[in-house]
């Protein structure tokens, strides 16, 4: 089954400040967990999302688009990233997203992707 | 239905429904299948003797219709085929050490920290322990329908979230385990202390508990909360006769028949509560269960050892500091130091009004005014704790005290 996680930045939890060594570890914490997920053949897509402000919002009504600036939401939590994950169950996919930084520093929600009928 | 076939129906349907859960990998479908092969076996059942091994007849017949159901479904995927692989693969009926195992699977399943805490022991009570939609709706206070409707969305979570039916590798359990015991000992005090229907004990329910607590103290023979738990199901449930007078009254601890309370299930909870405690962690379930074994330990109620239950209940309080920790510890204060001492404590739980609404806490505080001759206040807590719906059993209990001091 696939799983999208992602990862939820919380307004209460500091993140670290970049060019700190604890930055540093952090971004070497996405790196390893990334490279053992990939190795382990569970990785089916991964990355950094640009900040909320860079988001534009569409919506078509009537048959014409209608674009808004800004996200479709605006939340205090906002989404830092995302990896879509490929695994046997829940468990293990909340296994593997224990080892991603964000889970320390905010909140993974973990969601399983629909299986269309045709894939199953 | 008779008797003897709703004895067999409620200790068959966890099982069957684990073992069909294990080969299709769908607890919606086994649920299903396994209630036909019920409905099968009423008929047949009626009219003859009970099969020699109702248990693999019942099983056996539930594969089938799990079997003829997914092979009507036109569109299979591909768990579904390997399902039906299973299926139809001779399988002479499970051994009990695999029907255990899958009861396992089923329980970590039913217990999974993604499904809402709630539907967790409804959707318990109704896979593992056999209670019916109408039953468990009534211990929880709501509607069939609700319940039903409940029950549905936490087996399609199940599906759509791909929650396994296995049992939590070694360092994933210590994780997973303490809302499993939280569940069983749910299960129990649903048994223990049945919110509703007309009796006060519901012995099905505590035994059901009491075999999920064995199962998982099988598995985890070196977690102590886990045998703390199963020590204090025995100990509690050795006085399950006891509780209920003739008449099908409550009867409270120290008025109690001692004499008749099960020996056998009280050496058993003491020998694990042993072992429990020499693995030297500490937890609330352990505690529980030595504050039961004090309870054990006196052949007679003046015998027992009240300062050593106020202590421990101080050190659960720690852990729990719930009203009704509070209002145990009070009584056990006031058996050790005298019902005043007892009162204080119930009288700061006034200040931050947590549980002041609940009926026993009032009953609680009406006996210990009584006993302190402060009749007409120990009334006045008597209405209260009767205005606030307590279970049958207890409304009989306390309207009865209430005539006795109320002139």
């Given at each position: 089954m696939r799983y999208l996680c992602l990862l939820i930045g919380e307004p209460d939890m500091e993140d670290p400040v970049p060019g700190t060594p604890e930055f540093m570890q952090v971004l070497s914490g996405y790196e390893s967990a990334t490279r053992a997920m990939a190795a382990d053949g569970v990785l089916v897509d991964s990355g950094p999302l640009q900040p909320p402000s860079a988001a534009a919002t569409l919506r078509v009504r009537d048959g014409r688009p209608l674009v808004t600036d800004g996200p479709f939401a605006e939340l205090k939590e906002q989404i830092g990233g995302y990896y879509v994950l490929d695994c046997a169950d829940l468990d293990e996919a909340l296994r593997r997203a224990a080892t991603i930084p964000a889970a320390r520093y905010g909140a993974i929600e973990v969601r399983p992707l629909m299986v269309m009928p045709d894939q199953a | 239905m008779t008797s003897q076939t709703e004895i067999v129906f409620r200790r068959e349907w966890g099982r069957a429904v684990a073992v069909v859960t294990r080969l299709t990998g769908d607890l919606g479908l086994a649920e299903d299948a396994v209630q036909e092969a019920f409905a099968a076996a009423v008929g047949r059942w009626a009219s003859g003797p009970l099969p020699s091994d109702p248990s693999g007849w019942l099983i056996a017949v539930a594969r089938n219709h799990a079997l003829d159901r997914l092979r009507r479904e036109a569109r299979r995927s591909g768990k579904e085929q390997a399902a039906m692989l299973l299926l139809s693969q001779h399988d002479p009926a499970p051994p009990p050490g695999r029907i255990a195992d899958d009861q396992l699977r089923l329980i970590f399943a039913c217990c999974h920290?993604?499904?809402?805490p709630g539907t967790r022991v409804a959707l318990t009570l109704r896979s593992?322990?056999?209670?019916t939609t109408a039953e468990i709706a009534r211990s929880f206070l709501v509607s069939e329908a609700t319940l039903a409707q409940r029950l549905v969305r936490a087996k399609r979570k199940i599906r759509a979230a791909g929650i396994p039916f296995r049992v939590p590798a070694d360092d994933e359990l210590p994780g997973r385990i303490g809302g499993v015991l939280r569940v069983v000992y749910l299960v129990f005090t649903e048994g223990h202390q049945a919110s509703t229907g007309p009796r006060i004990v519901r012995g099905e329910l505590c035994d059901e508990a009491i075999r999920l607590a064995r199962l998982l103290a099988r598995l985890c023979p070196d977690d102590a909360e886990v045998l703390g738990l199963l020590a204090l199901l025995l100990l509690t449930d050795a006085r399950r006769d006891a509780r209920t007078s003739a008449g099908g009254r409550l009867v409270l601890l120290g008025e109690q028949?001692?004499?008749?309370?099960?020996r056998g299930k009280i050496d058993e909870g003491t020998r694990v509560l042993d072992r429990a405690i020499r693995l030297r962690r500490p937890g609330p379930y352990q505690l529980q269960a030595a504050i039961a074994a004090c309870h054990a330990a006196a052949?007679?109620?003046?015998?027992?050892d009240w300062p050593g239950i106020a202590a421990l209940y101080a050190a659960l309080a720690r852990y729990e500091p719930t009203p009704v920790v509070h209002a145990n510890r009070a009584v056990a204060v006031s058996m050790a130091e005298g019902p005043a001492a007892g009162l204080a404590i119930l009288d700061e739980l006034r200040e931050d009004g947590q549980g002041w609404r609940w009926h026993l806490l009032h009953a609680c505080r009406a006996d210990l005014l009584r006993r302190l001759g402060r009749t007409a206040e120990a009334c006045d807590a008597y209405r209260t704790a009767l205005a606030l719906d307590p279970p049958p059993a207890e409304r009989e209990f306390l309207t009865a005290r209430l005539a006795e001091i109320d002139h």
């Amino acid at each position: 089954m696939r799983y999208l996680c992602l990862l939820i930045g919380e307004p209460d939890m500091e993140d670290p400040v970049p060019g700190t060594p604890e930055f540093m570890q952090v971004l070497s914490g996405y790196e390893s967990a990334t490279r053992a997920m990939a190795a382990d053949g569970v990785l089916v897509d991964s990355g950094p999302l640009q900040p909320p402000s860079a988001a534009a919002t569409l919506r078509v009504r009537d048959g014409r688009p209608l674009v808004t600036d800004g996200p479709f939401a605006e939340l205090k939590e906002q989404i830092g990233g995302y990896y879509v994950l490929d695994c046997a169950d829940l468990d293990e996919a909340l296994r593997r997203a224990a080892t991603i930084p964000a889970a320390r520093y905010g909140a993974i929600e973990v969601r399983p992707l629909m299986v269309m009928p045709d894939q199953a | 239905m008779t008797s003897q076939t709703e004895i067999v129906f409620r200790r068959e349907w966890g099982r069957a429904v684990a073992v069909v859960t294990r080969l299709t990998g769908d607890l919606g479908l086994a649920e299903d299948a396994v209630q036909e092969a019920f409905a099968a076996a009423v008929g047949r059942w009626a009219s003859g003797p009970l099969p020699s091994d109702p248990s693999g007849w019942l099983i056996a017949v539930a594969r089938n219709h799990a079997l003829d159901r997914l092979r009507r479904e036109a569109r299979r995927s591909g768990k579904e085929q390997a399902a039906m692989l299973l299926l139809s693969q001779h399988d002479p009926a499970p051994p009990p050490g695999r029907i255990a195992d899958d009861q396992l699977r089923l329980i970590f399943a039913c217990c999974h920290p993604a499904l809402d805490p709630g539907t967790r022991v409804a959707l318990t009570l109704r896979s593992l322990c056999g209670l019916t939609t109408a039953e468990i709706a009534r211990s929880f206070l709501v509607s069939e329908a609700t319940l039903a409707q409940r029950l549905v969305r936490a087996k399609r979570k199940i599906r759509a979230a791909g929650i396994p039916f296995r049992v939590p590798a070694d360092d994933e359990l210590p994780g997973r385990i303490g809302g499993v015991l939280r569940v069983v000992y749910l299960v129990f005090t649903e048994g223990h202390q049945a919110s509703t229907g007309p009796r006060i004990v519901r012995g099905e329910l505590c035994d059901e508990a009491i075999r999920l607590a064995r199962l998982l103290a099988r598995l985890c023979p070196d977690d102590a909360e886990v045998l703390g738990l199963l020590a204090l199901l025995l100990l509690t449930d050795a006085r399950r006769d006891a509780r209920t007078s003739a008449g099908g009254r409550l009867v409270l601890l120290g008025e109690q028949d001692r004499g008749s309370w099960d020996r056998g299930k009280i050496d058993e909870g003491t020998r694990v509560l042993d072992r429990a405690i020499r693995l030297r962690r500490p937890g609330p379930y352990q505690l529980q269960a030595a504050i039961a074994a004090c309870h054990a330990a006196a052949g007679e109620a003046s015998a027992t050892d009240w300062p050593g239950i106020a202590a421990l209940y101080a050190a659960l309080a720690r852990y729990e500091p719930t009203p009704v920790v509070h209002a145990n510890r009070a009584v056990a204060v006031s058996m050790a130091e005298g019902p005043a001492a007892g009162l204080a404590i119930l009288d700061e739980l006034r200040e931050d009004g947590q549980g002041w609404r609940w009926h026993l806490l009032h009953a609680c505080r009406a006996d210990l005014l009584r006993r302190l001759g402060r009749t007409a206040e120990a009334c006045d807590a008597y209405r209260t704790a009767l205005a606030l719906d307590p279970p049958p059993a207890e409304r009989e209990f306390l309207t009865a005290r209430l005539a006795e001091i109320d002139h």
